[in-house]
Each structure stands twice: as C-alpha cells, then as structure tokens.
C-alpha cells in the first residue's frame, strides 16, 4: 500500500533525480491552488514540474532558489498538506515551512498582520495518523531575523494556533471557546503539516497572513475592499520571509532560524 513505498518507488513515480531532492518544501494553504502556483513558480530557476500518476500530486514543483532546490506545493486543508509532507518527508527534504492565510482571535491581530505559530493543535483528522501521543506539535523554526533583513515592517505575532478541518462548519461559540482556551489563530493546513514533518524528523515553521478576526464581528466572508491591500501586502511580506529562511538556513547549514 501507499504507507510502504519507499524513497526509491517515490523518486521513480515522480521522476525525480537524486540531485534534485529538494532541501526545503514550502506549501501555501489556499483554494486558489493553481493561481498561486503560477505565481509562485516565478520565484524560481530550473523548474520541475511534480506530478503523481492518476492527478495523485498536482500544483507541485521543485525548483532552484540560490543555491538551494526548493520544493513549492499548493495545497488546500489537512489531507493535501500530509500528502505533501508526506512524500518529500520520505525523499529525505529536512525542512518545511507552510505559508498561506489564518484567521486572528488575538487581541490586535488583525486583518494584514502576520502570525508565527509556536505550536499547533490538532482539530484536523490527518495528524492522527502520524503523531502517537498528545494533541499539540511544536514549530522548530522563527523568523525575526529573517523579517528583520527583508525589511518586514509587519509585526510578527507568535502564540498558538488550532488547526480545524471544517472552514463552514467554525460557530461563534467555537471561535469564542478556542480563544478561552489561549489559541491566537486558527488556520486548515499546520497542525498536520507539523505532525507529519515531526514523524520524519523534519524542521518545520508556519508563517501566515491574517485574513481576519472573526471576533472582531468579521469573517472569511465579508467583502472588505478597505483591507485588501493590507492582506496583500502582509501576503508578499510572507513569501519574501518564507524565501529568505529557506537561503540563510541553506548558507548556514540549517541553523539560522532554528527555535
């Protein structure tokens, strides 16, 4: 079955050379997923296009980010980002950094601002399946040195953060019960993506754009053209620092940015 292929039957499938086993995966949870694919593909040189036979993988690339081979993936909800992780995990790649957007409960965490998950908790149904024991799985990366030389002047806010699997299905009382509980943010994709990469023994750090605080009366669905630009920008200031701690860590031998 699939649990048992190894990293040689990846690599074939996939057609990946040994030398282009990526030393860095970066995923942005999103359901633009080939909107963002195309953007980001422009951020990189000697492009391989990733694809699994029977539409198994799409919207995957490695390519080449200074010296460093760097895999990108879009990705949507808990099981797309475990499968992600799960391949390169066996193929060896020793870091990943999930971007993508969150929505804030925090007070001041606003639409426009950027959030660095310390840990996540589990409410999703993927991580179950790689992590044995407990419900939380801690970030082993930050990014304040790498905000700092990108120039970031977007605040980075650290706390906690619950990983949900059901977008429509988050109530008030929900919403109001996480922050009780001391969750800053709530996102779909970093809870399974930090258990997936804890299994394979993988450094792992989220950085995410604020959409919203739906206890500030707002949500994911309200039409606020006032701050589309502040998403915006805190969404490029995102990938540029995602980018940058791929480099440094690369230059450094993976210890520039480790918690």
């Known amino acids: 079955m699939l649990r048992e292929l190894t990293k040689e039957d990846w690599m074939k499938m996939l057609g990946i050379p040994q030398a282009r086993i990526p030393q860095a995966l970066v995923m942005w949870g999103t359901r633009a997923l080939k909107t963002r694919y195309a953007a980001m593909r422009e951020r990189f040189t000697q492009v391989l296009d990733v694809r699994a036979p029977n539409g198994l993988l799409e919207d995957v690339l490695i390519g080449s980010l200074g010296d460093a081979d760097v895999a990108y993936a879009s990705v949507y909800g808990a ?43 589990c409410g999703e149904g993927a991580s179950q399946y790689y992590k044995t024991s407990g419900k939380t799985v801690a970030a082993t990366l930050t990014f304040a040195d790498e ?20 977008l429509f299905a988050e109530s008030r009382d929900d919403i109001e019960r996480w922050a009780q509980q001391g969750f800053a943010a709530v996102d779909m994709e970093t809870a ?4 997936v990469a804890e299994h394979f023994g993988m450094d792992r750090g989220a950085l ?34 995602a980018l ?11 210890e520039q940015g480790a918690a």
Do not use: W
Not at 85 to 113: K, N
Not at 147 to 165: H, N, V
Not at 192 to 195: E, G, P
Not at 244 to 254: L, M, P
């Open 79 to 121: 099981p797309m980002a475990s499968e992600v992780v799960h391949v390169f995990g066996m193929l060896g790649t020793p870091l990943v950094i999930q971007i993508g957007t969150c929505g804030g409960f925090a007070e001041g965490l606003e639409a426009g601002g950027l959030f660095v998950p310390e840990e996540a908790y």
């Open 147 to 166: 905000a700092e030389s990108c120039g970031c002047r977007i605040p980075l806010t650290t706390g906690r953060m619950y990983t949900t699997s059901a």
């Open 192 to 195: 399974a993506t930090f258990s």
């Open 208 to 241: 995410l754009a604020v959409f919203d605080n739906p206890r500030g009366r707002n949500h994911i669905l309200s039409t606020e053209s006032d701050k589309e630009a502040s998403r915006a920008a805190a969404q490029r200031a995102m990938v540029d620092i």
């Open 244 to 254: 940058a701690a791929i480099e440094s860590r690369v230059q450094t031998g993976g």
